[in-house]
């Protein structure tokens, strides 16, 4: 995906292109956390995209609406469609015109559903994310070569989605379906006929602009899953947050009692740890390395009550002795790495979308390191990868296994093709940030790791600095 935004939140301008492992690094405040959401809120759109399924009984299609989340009822529009046919004189200009109408209900439902996305990850009405230096704001999304999206926001008008697409290449696929020319050959074209239409457009439309490709083929993203900072946090408040929304939310109402809404990203790592049943998933083997950091296992027992509840305990050996403790009691590493690893172990396939805000939180050094080569192997497996850092430690164990990527097969390990990484960097501005490329150098070497190396400059100055004083004293 490649996305480009200009001011909004605390950014004034940003580029960028997933890669399968994406690196968003800056100091605080610039906006690495909205960058982040931002991409979780773009790329929940592709999902949304799926092929439509016709089914043909006694003479007529029954259709299987394409969209997940966009409004139920596209309106129906088969006199308009019909007028489009009858009055067109070749079939690709009657296509040509059903498009332009159903461009229209598809932009309505791409502004509504990305609005809706927003202010659930953001927790906040849509306007409040324009950067406070300007008036309004814009990000635009391209899944593909052939088509792009752009969302414009404003402080006194509603979120608005323009369409740009190689219509020509949309017109050539949908005629290329038999029954499509066949309706459009006939003389009489039934109520059915046009909802068809209709219908096989809008889902052509929504494929065409909301997937990417892998090779020749369409592909989206199955699931995106968040696992934002602070989660150790979140995971103990796990119980007691869970355990009051499943006893208060059949009689809140009733007894008029008001339930604050959680913050957008806090309010999914909930819904995810509750999707967890304590089974293996297509990469548990890989996800079998956390516990060499973790120097034990996590366990999810599930409870019959209340519904949704789940115990986990961190089980580890001592002086041969296998003990267990609730995970609230467990150090502040093992609190960070469990949602991690079990969502891993569990949930995350192939081609999924996982971002990750500041996975090296209470880690030592060396940990770092070694989760560094976890998610490299996870990316080699196709898993896609986002993530914020402040870790120095992380961008050049990234770009070392770039290096070790050159070498023969028998001495790689785990390594990165260079391809597969991009890191983007928050720079301060005047009104706001401006993101800028970081690259890796041909042998595996990055000679600036911006907002790092400045610190670590500043540190050094002042070290030299300081000894001159004392020996001035002295």
Known sequence: M?????????????????KPLTIIIGKNNLGKSFL????????????IAEPLRLTRFRGRYLFRYPFAIFPRRVPYS??????????????????????????????????QTFNSLLEQ??????????????????????????????????????????????????????????DVRRILRKKRIAFADCVHIQEFVLGTLSEFVLTGNQGDEPSTPDTVFYVPAGRAGLLESYDTVVSALVSLSPVAPIRGISMPPLPGMASQFYNTIMELRGKKGPLSTSAR?????????????????????????????????????????????????????????ELVSPEDFLIIEEPESHLHPGAQLQLVEIFADLVNQGVKIIMTTHSDLILRKVSQLTGRYR???????????????AIYWLKE????????????????????????????KELYQEEVSLQSRLQLEE
């Open 78 to 111: 088969p006199g308009v469609i019909k007028h489009a046919i009858k009055e067109s004189p070749t079939e690709s200009e009657a296509v040509d015109r059903i498009i332009k109408i159903v461009t229209q209900a598809f932009r309505y439902g791409l502004s």
């Open 429 to 456: 501005e005047r009104k706001g940030s401006v993101s800028r490329q970081i690259h890796i150098g041909k042998y595996g070497s990055l000679e600036e790791i911006p907002s790092f190396d400045e610190a670590i």
């Open 36 to 47: 982040a959401q931002l991409i979780h809120s773009s790329l929940s759109l592709g999902p």
């Open 289 to 345: 390395k956390f516990t060499e950091l973790l120097g034990g296992e996590i366990e999810l027992t599930r409870l019959r009550e209340p519904v949704g509840k789940a115990m986990i305990s961190y089980v580890f050996r001592s002086n041969r002795k296998k003990r267990s403790v609730d995970i609230i009691h467990a150090a502040s590493m093992i609190k960070e790495l469990t949602p991690l690893y079990l969502i891993i172990r």
């Open 121 to 178: 990850n953001f927790g906040t009405k849509t306007k409040q994310l324009i950067n406070i230096n300007f008036s309004n704001s814009h990000v635009k999304l391209a899944f593909n070569p052939n088509a792009s999206i752009t969302f414009s926001m404003s402080k006194r008008k509603e979120l608005s989605a323009d369409l740009d697409f190689n219509k020509e290449t949309l017109l050539q696929k949908i005629l290329s379906d038999n």
């Open 407 to 421: 070498l023969k097969e028998s001495r790689k390990g785990v390594s990165l093709d260079v391809k597969n990484v």
């Open 2 to 18: 490649r996305l480009s935004l200009g001011n909004f939140g605390p950014i004034k301008k940003a580029t960028l292109e997933t």
